[in-house]
């Protein structure tokens, strides 16, 4: 087959992989639950190449987030259960029903008034789906209480953290200013100390994973994204490490046949480096 700008050609090329007998053995054997976690890492690397500014490497990171949707929908298929064309109407038909501002009567709406008629407007699909679901004699999902409701448990945990705070904020659950959260990691410092004096690995787990969820209540007061702000570090503490690796190396040395003085003094040159004013 060749390659194609028509999104037909792509589907046509996953039913073929999926087709028994003349497809792919690996492709074949993937079920649901087996391709998850390839959608979410492309996912993040849809992230990634955003935040690089690679538009080519952009483009080709949405194309296999593209190819999980078009994977999902054909097992979906073969199942009976919906196709790709289901998938591109579902959605097509929630964006029409979500922005009656912009394709229906409701014009001239302010922002707090959309996000008001959108909360209004999911509450009633949710609503219309238990309604179908008792009709098709299905049994009714689980339904979730409280104000923090709705948070999906597979977000990655800063993410679920700053979505539950957000949550519990709109109730008036929170901290009147960031300096009362850095007060509250101070706390949670202090009580990471002293778990790790007693011992114990359930409870130091527990308290720096307090420690961390306090962090990020910190980064939301701050007005800033907590996994955004790590990435960055990440990114950061790799640069820094080439940097100690590379002096190292045109010593004919490896990090691990140097002090730990010798790497921090070499870190210390990068971080300088990074901050010194360019000319």
């Known amino acids: 087959m060749e390659s194609s700008r028509d999104i037909a050609r792509l589907i046509e090329i996953m039913a073929a992989l999926r087709t028994p007998v003349t497809g792919c053995p690996w492709d074949l054997e993937q079920t649901f639950a087996s391709i998850a976690p390839y959608t979410i890492e492309e996912a993040y690397e849809v992230t990634e190449a955003i935040a690089r500014g690679d538009m080519p490497d ?26 790709f064309p289901d998938v591109v109407e579902a959605i097509t038909a929630k964006l029409v029903r979500r922005h009656p501002h912009v394709f229906g009567s409701a014009r001239d709406l302010s922002p707090e008034a959309v996000k008001g008629l959108w909360a209004e407007i999911k509450a009633q699909e949710k609503a219309a789906r238990a309604a179908a679901r008792a009709a098709a004699g299905q049994p009714p999902q689980k339904a979730e209480a409280g104000a923090l409701a709705g948070v999906p448990l597979p ?92 002096v190292l190396a045109e010593a004919g040395r490896r990090p691990d046949e140097a002090s730990l003085d010798e790497m921090e003094a070499l870190w ?12």
């Open 268 to 279: 210390q040159a990068a971080k300088h480096k990074e901050r010194a004013p360019t000319e």
């Open 58 to 83: 952009l483009k080709d990171e949405l194309g296999d987030l593209l190819l999980q949707v078009v994977f999902h929908a054909r097992m979906a298929e073969e199942e009976g259960a919906f196709a």
């Open 155 to 246: 977000l990655p945990a800063l993410t679920r953290a700053l979505k539950l705070q957000e949550k519990a904020s709109r109730v008036g659950f929170d901290w009147n200013d960031a300096r009362q959260v850095l007060a509250k990691i101070r706390e949670e410092t202090e009580e990471v100390a002293e778990a790790l004096d007693k011992g114990g690995t359930d409870a130091i787990r527990d308290e720096i994973g307090d420690l961390l969820f306090a962090v990020v209540n910190l980064a939301r007061h701050a007005g800033v994204d907590p996994e955004r702000a790590l990435r960055g570090t990440n990114d950061k503490f790799t640069r820094r490490f080439g940097h100690v690796e590379e």
